[in-house]
């Protein structure tokens, strides 16, 4: 081979060496300038990092003892809510029956009222009856015996209705109490 021919051959690797050494060096500038912003962003990380830590060892215990009530609390709520299951159809029940009775209690109180009304005006009429009686001649008063005993009779038997009407108001708040209760 001729000199020349050899010298060619190596200019040409030296090129390319050159040009490898050259890629080498811009990638080691590359290498040392990420170096360098890792370092700082390290930096800043660490006081980050470390916050991080101290709060994480402080939460730790809180977690844990939430994770304890939490599972204490567990078993309660579920029981909890089979007994609000249970018991939402009672309570269903409960509000129908308290719809349904509702205006038949209105109704109730509406003639308790009227009895009461009435019982009064018996009552007023009895009381003027027995001073107009009071009032009367001996002879009268021989004559209005029988009129007072029918109204003693009336009396006493109105008397025992407004006993029977007491005892149903009675039985009737019973059964409202038992089932609003």
């Known amino acids: 081979m001729n000199p020349e021919k050899r010298f060619g051959q190596i200019e040409e690797v030296l090129a390319e060496v050159l040009i490898k050494v050259d890629r080498i060096a811009d990638n080691q500038g590359q290498t040392l300038d990420l170096a360098v912003n890792t370092d ?3 930096t800043y990380l660490k006081p980050i990092v470390e916050t991080t830590g101290r709060e994480v060892a402080y939460l730790k215990p809180i977690v844990e003892t939430t994770a304890r009530e939490v599972a204490y609390l567990k078993p309660i709520v579920e029981t909890t809510a089979r007994e609000v299951a249970y018991l939402k159809p009672i309570v269903e029940t409960t509000a129908r029956e308290v719809t349904y009775l509702k205006p ?3 109704t109730t109180a509406q003639k308790v009222d009227r009895i009461e009304v009435e019982t009064k005006q018996l009552r ?3 009381e003027t009856t027995a001073r107009a009686v009071a009032n009367l001649t001996v002879d009268q008063q021989k004559s209005n015996t029988e009129l007072n005993t029918r109204l003693s009779d ?6 025992a209705r407004f006993s029977g009407i007491e005892q149903t108001q009675t039985e009737i708040m019973q059964l409202l109490r038992e089932k609003l209760g």
């Open 40 to 42: 700082a962003e390290v």
């Open 104 to 106: 038949i209690v209105e």
């Open 124 to 126: 007023t009429m009895a």
């Open 154 to 159: 009336i009396e006493q038997t109105m008397n």
